[in-house]
């Protein structure tokens, strides 16, 4: 694909032949100086609705919901819905449909939490959190990815350690029976700031979830978050007293494109 097409495609995610690691890394090198708005913009004409945001509901899925949305940018929107969330994240996706005037996707796991403690066991995420996440979080994601061309994500890279090299753009292996394929993941949000994603969300009046206001900086399920001490990094009320610190979604793809940011 030259870069002409790259710049002006025309197509809007109709039969465009996938994009090569080169090219994503001339991508990523445009994205660090553009806006999110401008980056959501060319997902939108390149992949159309063969990319989809995926949403945790977390500050800065958010203010990336409220961007596309002001832009006019239709995207599929889902969630992992692990039958284990807060009851303050249930609601908040409504209040957020219902702001937003959109419909937000839930992805379900195979077995509910009642079948998972039949055939597992009770409190899996105790035993096995990898397991539990794998089950409830990944095998649904998986499912939802291999209809798509992007899965475009909230990931920051202040968020905490594993993620501060992640690329606005980004190219992964899809694993797939029989074949595998590429599948690019966007993170239009990656050099966003805390402070700047709490002005925007204030600013808007974007409904957020409550739990935020009680100490709660980064928030799952239930059973597996905690609040977070002053200094604790975003992350590190998550999976508590494991030294697990991703649920695996950001994982289990190996990853095509290293960029030195
Ligand atoms: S975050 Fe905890 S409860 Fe949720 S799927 Fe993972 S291990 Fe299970």
Redesign the pocket.
Known sequence: MSTESINAPELSGIGLPPLTPAEVAELDQRFQSQSTTEILTWAWNYFGNRAAIGTSFQGAGLVMLHLAREAGLPFPTFTLD?G?LFPETLAVKQRLEEFLCIKIEALLPDLTVAEQTEAMGPD??LRD?DL??TV??VMPLQRRLADLDAWITGLRREQSSTRANVGIIELYTLEGHPVSRDIVKLNPMANWTRTAIWDYIRQHGIPYNPLHDQGYRSI??Q??THRTAVGDNERAGR?TGFSKVE?GIHTFMSKKTNFEI
């Open positions: 692990t284990l899996l995420w959190p539990c996440c409830r979080k799952g399920c059973p597996c999976w649920c």
